[in-house]
Structures are given as C-alpha cells and as structure tokens.
C-alpha cells in the first residue's frame, strides 16, 4: 500500500508527533509590537502599524503601492471593482481555485467563468484557454463577449496554486488580446517570483492573503497592490467606507466598504513580515527533505516550482500518477489518522452547489488533479 | 456667540488639553488575553477566544447566540439575508444613521428605503413610518409592496441612534403589521436597554459593531446575536465561506463570506467586555456632568435616555434649538480649534451621491436634527 510508504517518508522527515498542515510561527517581534500597539490605544482604523506594514509590503514585492484590508477576499473584490468588473460581467478563473476566487466575483453580481489548469503549474493553462476564447469570445464594442451567454468578459484572474506561479507570460498576452483586465489572486504566493518578478505585480492590480494559514499571518488580513497610483488612492477609499476626508463632516461618495486592515493585525503583520526570508528558507528546505524522502516512490513525485519561476513553497504538494490516483482518499485517511494532517485540493468549483451552473471551459486537466494533489505538513520551522 | 459658551461649558467639565470624540480605554487583561493569544499560536480562524467572546457576549445581552464576525457591516449584511431579504428588495432604514446601515442593504442587491426620525429618541419614528406604510404599501402575496416602486418590503431596520434606544415597541408592532422581518442595528448601543431588554435582542435578529470608537472595541470587530438557533448556525455557516465540516474536503454549499473574527481580536474583545460595566458608568457621569455644565445656557440641551430606556450614553449629544440651529458649523470649528473634538450627525443619507434616488418617506424631523445634534468627546474615562 501507497499510504504506508508515504507515512514511513513523512515520519522521517518530520519526526514523531502531530503536525498540522500549516501552523504560523511567532518568532520575532510579534509580542512587542503588539504590546505597543494596545498601549498606544490606537488598535483600530488609524495606527502607524497600518502605514507601515503598507510601506514595507511595497517595497518587499517591488510594486509602488500595497493597501492593507481586512482579508484576501475582500482584496480581490476591490480589485477586481476597480477593474471594471461590472454585474452580469463574466470573470474568468480557474476552476482549481479556493472558493474566494469565485466568490469574490459573485459579490460584484458578476459570473465566473471556470478555465482549466496546467500540471506544470497548477495554475491557469495558457494554451487551453486561447483555445477556448477563440472558440467562445467574439468582440462587442471595446471588449470581448462570452457568444453562449451574451455576457462581456470583463477579467482574468490567475491564482497562484499553493503558491507556484503560474505562466504569467502567456495569461498576459491572452488578456491584451482579449481586453481583459488581469487580476492576480496571490493568496497563496507572497515571497513567490516569476522571471524574478513577485507575484501579484503583474496585472492590473494583485491580492495577496494573510490569513490564520498562510505564510505570514496577522489574524486575517488581505492586501491590494498595484503599480497605478489612482487605482491605490481608489482601493483605500473603498476600503474605508468612502468617505471624503473632512474635520467633521461625514459624506461618503460611493457606496464603500468597511475593509480597513485594524492597526492591531498590522502590528502582528509587520513582525512577521520581518521573517519572511526565514520562513522562505525553511519552506525551501522542507521541500528538499521531502523530495529527497519521497525520491525512492515512483507512483508519486513532489510538486517543483515551475521552470523560470522561485515559489514561496506555501504547501508542500504530493502529486499521484495515474496509477495510484485511485488511493488519494486511502493516504488522506491513514496520514490523517496518524496525526499527519494532509488534504486534497479544494473541491472544483464547477463541482460547488452555487457555481455549478456557470460558464466553463473543458476541465480535463483540473479534474485529474483533483483527484491527485495531496498537501502535507508545511509549516514554517519544520525543517 | 453661543460657540463660546460652550466651549466654556467642556472646559469646565473636561479640563484641560485636547480630547478627542472617543477613545477607547485599555485598562484590563488587554496586554495579558492578546499575549496569552500570540503564545498559543491561534490568532485566526480558530481559537478559545471566538468562542469566548461569542459566549459572554450572549450572556451579557441576554440573548441566547451571539456570533462573532469581522465587523458590524459585515454582521448587518449577513442578518439581513438570514432575514430574508433579497435582491431588489426595499429595506426600510433611518435616513439619520451612519452609512454602513445603508451600504449593508445595498451590498445584497437591495434598496434602502429612508423613514423619518423622532426627536425624543433620534431614532425611527414609528407614528410617521406607519402614516407613510399605509400610504405606499399594499400588500402581495405573504408580504408588502411599495406601490410606487412595485419591489417587495422586505425588512425593518432601526437603528439606536448614539446609543439611545428607539421605539422598539411601536417598530416591532410595524413590523408585525406590514409583515417586515425587524433586524436592529445595535452598532452604538452596547450596553442599552429597552424596558430592561438588551437593544439588538428584539428583532429576528440583531447586530452589535466593536470598531475603535464604540464602546468596547478589539481593533475591528460585531457580532450578530439572535435567539433563533438555527439562524445562528446559519449565520456561523455563511461568515465562515459556508464550507460543510469535514477532516479535509473543501465543500462549500452556499455563497459564503471570510467575515469570521480572528481569534487575535476576540482576545481583545474578551479583555474589553469585562470592564463594559466601568465603561457605562463613567459614561453616565460625564453625562450627568456636562448636562449640570449646560444647564445655564438655554438654547441647548444635553441628549437624555428616551423614558423606560437605558442607554449606554455611547456619544454625549448637544441639541441645539432651532434658534440657534444656523450656528451648528460655528460651534464646529470653533470646539475643533480648540482642541474639543466635536462632530455633527451624519450627513442624511438621501443627501449623499449614491443614495439619493432610493425611495424615501417625508424627513422633516430627521432634516431639522441633522442641523442641529453635535456630539462631544466621549471616552470611558473622562468621568
């Protein structure tokens, strides 16, 4: 059996015990700047912590602004409003995504549209979707339109699959090509580079997610970035309500949101930040550990960064060949069981009780990864 | 000039020094909870303190669940859907009231509808807002309608306004007569009562916010309390991506949303709700002593608890009679300048650019109050 074998490879790299798939790792000035932060009394909206961390995400993933909110989704929801997605547009995304993707599209009342993936990637499939536009997109006015549905395709959004970049490249021609609008979630991908460019710079706007479980964490937290000054000054103004700056008086010009980042999650964020290269080491050095480990197990192969493109090593991902496709549910059982949390990839969303009536392109390549991936211990500081 | 007799008046009360409208005030188990939290590594989506807070808020309130999410916003929105409102649905709202009441409608594809205030509780008026029902709604099937606009009225909501319980017993009797589903903002009224009740405890559902000048805050922050078990789950369900429990699948069966609170804020939360009694009563005395500073000048009063009510006195309100109305923005700059942070309602909500086509009833009280209410510094503290 398959599962023995990979139990038997993931005790020798971690050790004896109980590992979760992602725990955080508080191992800087996470108590001190939080300290400070209460004693401050300025926990809320306003704060230095916020600016700061604002300032220091720019600079660390070389774009000219980053707005800090209150969580990935929201990040992308903002975004992709600020791109011009409008209701009953449609929204391409893959279909090998988490559920915020999709949802942040729904909120906007626009649709998304499901494209498959790449195995090399994990992450949208230049070629399979051109193919699919050229067959589906017919222009209508200054943009694209879905011919099946009537509706303007208004957006791409890549995801950077537990965060390997995905082909910016072609995703990009593909949009200059089709008048999209490029949005990349980055949930997954801070610390990731493609052709030494992070992640989330690429498009229009990028969002990034600080959740409980990703690489750095502050509680929740999200960010936008984008190199257009406008767009910045845009997103924070959405993400405080929209209210117009004034002493007193409270107007607000456009129906805004409360996705303000609080400066008590910036305090933690900013302390974490400060490890990033730590974490970024020691993610990279489990993922040696573990392809050394798993070297000697032919029916599976440990998930690389693409060629051309660092990745953060978010989640570790073990890949099954076809072969074994059939055990994924015995190995997610028996590691579980054994106190190995692991996890398959994210239900598609096609497959999903709220999206499985939207617009989608042939899937086969999503669909067999489904069935494939299987993530394992990944926290920072295990190796 | 009247502007200087009040200044006279806070200054006599507060001392002095600048003082803003509402500080928060950090002098429990902040340090110790948010430390302990950081320690324990769960600062997000998973925690002792979620479900801490969400216990001893209930408890507090009264109410039998009360579920923590990221921010009162967020908690209007998903108690508004959890109510049954629907998209192009009319939600009936305060035209004097913070944006986020609006917004909230808004965000599920509704319209908010504005009805009139009274000056005895700065809240909805539910003499004038039945006058108006029983001119433009009529009923349609299981519910109403407004006639002009042909959309279904789908919900109530009033709001305590500053803290002042409203109406709840003429609102409730509305809503039983029109068929409306009644969801309280409580935003501002932590701590008030009604007739001995929790305000946000009589509706289907109701709403608290925890941003950084209300009351307790834990840097963002609200919860939803309702005593329907069901909807509490549901609400659960739907703040936390409405993903079906499982060891490791990623089934989501509805729309969700991220609007959990993380565990980091919660931390804080728990710390603020111990002192919640220290807050209401020192608010209480810098209420009895600005009204005792006040008492000489006769063209103002202080705002006081309606009768049968308890309010928790979150902003101080100055009234200014309509005689001396036309000095509100003298009054304004001059506190401002002078170091006493004041501010005026909010702009009404049919006055501001996206709101101002949405049906309305007549607002002459809520147009002659929004000329003439200033709040004055605030903080638990100060008394």
Not at 156 to 175: K, N, S, W, Y
Not at 243 to 262: A, C, I, Q
Not at 353 to 381: F, M, T
Request: some cysteine; proline content about 4%.
């Amino acid at each position: 059996m398959i599962a023995g074998s990979i139990i038997h490879v993931l005790r020798n790299a971690l050790g004896e015990g109980n590992f979760q798939l992602h725990e955080p790792c508080f191992a800087g000035n996470e108590q001190r700047y939080v300290q400070e932060c209460i004693a401050s009394t300025y926990v809320s909206s306003v704060g230095a912590y916020v600016e700061r961390f604002e300032k220091e995400l720019a600079a660390y993933t070389g774009v000219r602004r980053a707005v800090a909110v209150v969580n990935g989704t929201a990040a992308l929801q903002v975004a992709l409003q600020l791109a011009g997605v409008k209701t009953n547009d449609e929204v391409i995304v893959p279909a090998l995504t988490f559920v915020a993707t999709a949802n942040a599209v729904q909120y906007l009342g626009a649709v998304p549209h499901f494209a498959d993936s790449e195995e090399s990637t994990l992450g949208l499939d230049p070629r399979a979707l051109r193919d699919w536009l050229n067959s589906v997109a017919e222009p209508a006015g200054d943009a694209y339109r879905n011919r099946q549905s009537g509706r303007r395709l208004g957006a791409l959004v890549p995801m950077h699959t537990f965060g390997h970049p995905c082909d910016l490249e072609g995703l990009l021609a593909i949009a200059h090509d089709y008048r999209l609008a490029l949005v990349e979630d980055a949930a997954e991908s801070l610390g990731s580079r493609y052709q030494g460019q992070h992640t989330g710079t690429f498009g229009l706007l990028g969002t990034l997610s600080f959740n409980g479980n990703k690489i750095i964490t502050m509680g929740g937290g999200g960010a936008i970035l984008t190199n257009d000054e406008r767009l910045a000054d845009h997103a924070k103004h959405l993400t405080k309500t929209a209210k117009l700056p004034h002493r007193w008086d409270y107007v607000h010009d456009e129906v805004g949101y409360n996705f303000r980042m609080p400066n008590l999650n910036a305090a933690l964020g900013c302390a974490q930040l400060e490890q990033i290269s730590e974490f970024l080491a020691s993610k990279r050095r489990l993922f040696e550990r573990y392809q050394e480990a798993l070297a000697h197990i032919d029916e599976v192969y440990l998930m690389k960064e693409p060629s051309g493109s660092e990745s953060n090593y978010w989640l570790q991902t073990l890949v099954l060949s076809d072969a074994v496709g059939g055990q994924r549910d015995a190995i997610l059982q028996a590691t579980n069981d054994a106190g190995l949390m692991t996890r398959p990839a994210w239900r598609l969303m096609h497959r999903l009780e709220p999206y499985k009536k939207c617009p989608r392109a042939p899937l086969p390549v999503a669909e067999s990864l489904a069935q494939r991936l299987i993530n394992l211990p990944s926290s920072a500081g295990l190796a």
